[in-house]
Antibody, heavy 122, light 107 residues
Framework: EVQLVESGGGLVQPGGSLRLSCAAS????????MDWVRQAPGKGLEWVGR??????????EYAASVKGRFTISRDDSKNSLYLQMNSLKTEDTAVYYC?????????????WGQGAMVTVSS | DIQMTQSPSTLSASVGDRVTITCRAS??????LAWYQQKPGKAPNLLIY???SLESGVPSRFSGSGSGTEFTLTISSLQPDDLATYYC?????????FGGGTKVEIK
């Protein structure tokens, strides 16, 4: 059974940092692109960024709203995806989901985690 | 960036009704479009990919159509379990972008 479990959410002050993790199981993690998507309270879905797999040199893509502040990485040996968030702003407050790329490299997401809440507030 | 516009933003229908949601892209995305269902407090769930391919395990009352810039999600016979918000998403180019969502209410 495919499972994605996010952790590391919490309350942080503006300007602070936080690192989210996404633990994957039930599939060959190294064969898949993995993404982060967020959802502000009461709002729609916003794509955050992507990590490609080893064959694509683990290259990444980011939304303009987080580029330069957020970094996506992965550790295939631990079946884990990470989101390092620096210089956090109040508008980064959201539930953060990790998602698996359909058929490995698709931009559609066939499995999602349950989400991790990040609250940026003083 | 490719803008995705969904309509309506909210719709109310009765059990058994045929329901159609539209998604328009600001430029051609060929068929690189997905539809998701999100129930309150839950993660999104993939319904349709590549505009018209039904994801495994999704009931056959859901269908997708369209290409280029105009797409539709149809629920052939609305069920109480379909109470949710539906999102379209393009994946032809970065940044990947979602529509604003359509909330489906049961009359």
């Amino acid at each position: 059974e495919v499972q994605l479990v996010e952790s590391g959410g919490g309350l942080v002050q503006p300007g602070g940092s936080l690192r989210l993790s996404c633990a994957a199981s039930g599939f060959t993690f190294s064969d898949y692109y993995m993404d982060w998507v967020r959802q502000a309270p009461g709002k729609g879905l916003e794509w955050v960024g992507r990590s490609r797999y080893r064959a694509k040199s683990y290259t990444t893509e980011y939304a303009a709203s987080v580029k330069g502040r957020f970094t996506i990485s992965r550790d295939d040996s631990k079946n884990s995806l990470y989101l390092q968030m620096n210089s956090l702003k109040t508008e980064d407050t959201a539930v953060y989901y990790c998602g698996r790329g359909l058929s490995g490299t698709h931009g559609a997401f066939d499995f999602w985690g349950q989400g991790a809440m990040v609250t940026v507030s003083s | 960036d490719i803008q995705m516009t969904q309509s309506p933003s909210t719709l109310s229908a009765s059990v058994g009704d045929r329901v159609t949601i539209t998604c328009r892209a600001s430029q051609s995305i060929n068929s690189w479009l997905a539809w998701y269902q999100q129930k309150p407090g839950k993660a999104p769930n993939l319904l349709i990919y590549k505009a018209s391919s039904l994801e495994s395990g999704v009931p056959s009352r859901f269908s997708g159509s369209g290409s280029g810039t105009e797409f539709t999600l149809t629920i052939s016979s609305l069920q109480p379990d379909d109470l949710a918000t539906y999102y379209c998403q393009q994946y032809t180019d970065y940044p990947l972008t979602f529509g604003g969502g359509t909330k489906v209410e049961i009359k």
